[in-house]
């Protein structure tokens, strides 16, 4: 597999210029819902062994239905120290809005250690 690099160059790295990239700080966010899709499954992969390979000390959250049936892809998550939250409220909300959400209610209890 051809590795991928990501550009910290320009406004790629504007992001960076407060501290120091690859820290334990890092965090990486994301959602997941797909009924058995192998070949999303497969970039999930992808995806996570990008940010490893980039990011390595980067902490990954990954927002996944209640009732998903996608073990395929949680084992994938759990083999790789993903750390995989259930929401319930995912089943009346699309998955990519409701993200933002969730994202926002993580940060905001573990981060900001608000309640």
């Known amino acids: 597999m051809k ?8 406004k ?7 501290g120091k990239n690859n820290n334990k700080r890092d965090l990486v966010m994301f959602s997941y819902k797909s009924k058995r899709d192998i070949k999303r499954s497969l970039l999930i992969y992808i995806v996570i062994d990008s940010i490893k390979r980039n990011i390595p000390n980067a902490k990954i959250i990954c927002f996944i239905p209640e009732n998903s049936y996608i073990d ?3 084992k ?5 120290n993903v750390l995989i939250i259930k929401e319930k409220d995912f089943l009346n909300i699309n998955i990519v809005s409701s993200r ?15 309640n």
């Open 3 to 10: 590795e991928i690099k990501l550009n910290y160059s320009y």
């Open 12 to 18: 790629c790295g504007e992001i960076l210029k407060y």
């Open 72 to 74: 395929f892809v949680i």
């Open 76 to 80: 994938l998550l759990k083999k790789n």
């Open 100 to 114: 933002f959400l969730y994202e926002y209610k993580y940060l905001k209890k573990n981060i900001l250690n608000e």
